[in-house]
């Protein structure tokens, strides 16, 4: 029946099924869904019965009224932290193994593998590290001579646990920013730097007048990445301390889920995500103002 048309009826046919199809799917899995969450959020339902109550801005109430569950984003700022220093040192050791150094490629893969592990093995084999009896991290410090240090409880003190699980999400993902900053370094022209050497440039004007302007957009994606990444964290102490001690290192994506199916709280958990969703939007929108304003 296609092959009866004209080739330019055939080619509009075509580009609108490539454009549908792809169009279909997005609403099914991603627009429907939100809409359908935003719509939860102003109802009282237990995920399992056919009535939904209506109750308005009730939910949002909640959310912004009780502490214990807006409370919990102060949890966040720990990974926050420890994402921008990650990205400090992505960026530093990217300087590195950009130049001639001798086994730059095993050092680059080296930095790299952790990224490829799945996320609650990492977990589990932290767990051990971190065990404060017979955990490796202790015992090194022990051997050291750090006697009083080598009895630290990291996942058990509410002080620092925080800390202590965004470091495992540092060694995690430093290696995947690194080679993210590494493409783009090897994408700004050799002869900018033999340029700015002829003129006399030292290392670090090299650095700041050449390699971060022409960097600057990959770093704001990785800033991006970091920020989503800080304020969505779930794995790590979802499997490591289980949100503890007492609730010390339970994130805002863990309150949802607790919300949700331990305590059959459907609407207040979708109001939460939303929540959770405009909170997002407002700090990468801050991000953006700020970083736009540094690039012009």
């Known amino acids: 029946m296609l092959s009866k048309l004209s080739f330019q009826t055939q080619k509009k046919v075509i580009l609108i099924c490539f ?20 719509r939860l959020s102003f109802m009282k339902w237990n995920g399992v019965s ?15 009224s009780n502490p214990d569950i807006f409370g919990v984003f102060k949890h966040n700022f720990a990974y926050f932290v ?10 530093f050791f990217a300087v590195i193994l950009n130049t001639k150094l001798r ?21 589990y084999l932290f ?32 002080d620092f646990v925080n800390y202590t699980l965004a470091s495992v999400g540092l060694w995690r993902f430093m290696g995947f920013n690194m080679v993210i900053y590494l493409g783009a370094l090897q994408s700004i022209p050799s ?28 770093i704001e994606l990785n800033l991006f990445l970091t920020v989503t ?19 010390a290192s339970e994130t ?24 959770l969703l405009l909170f997002v939007v407002i700090v990468l929108s801050i991000q953006r103002y700020l970083l736009s304003r540094g690039d012009d």
């Open 103 to 123: 086994g730059r490629n095993g050092f680059r893969l080296l930095l790299f593998l952790p990224y490829i592990l799945n996320g609650v093995a990492v977990a």
């Open 229 to 247: 990444g800080a304020l969505e964290v779930f794995d790590l102490p979802f499997v490591l301390t289980k949100g503890g001690p007492a609730g």
């Open 50 to 64: 056919a009535n939904k109550e209506w109750i308005g801005f009730a939910n949002y109430v909640e959310v912004f």
């Open 191 to 218: 002869d900018l730097y033999e340029a700015a050497s002829i003129d006399g440039a030292n290392a670090w004007q090299k650095f700041s007048r050449i390699t971060l302007p022409n960097i600057y957009k990959i």
């Open 127 to 158: 767990g051990y590290v971190y065990d404060t009896t017979n955990g490796s991290l202790n015992a090194l410090l022990g051997s050291l001579g750090f006697g009083q240090l080598s009895q630290t409880s990291w996942l058990g003190n509410k």
């Open 19 to 38: 454009i549908t199809i792809p169009l279909l799917l997005l609403f099914t899995f991603a627009y429907y869904p939100a809409l359908e969450l935003f």
């Open 252 to 275: 805002f994506v863990m309150k949802i889920i607790e919300t949700a199916f331990q305590f059959n709280n459907y609407g207040l958990a979708s109001a939460m995500s939303v929540v």
């Open 82 to 91: 420890v994402g921008i220093i990650q990205n400090m040192l992505a960026l």
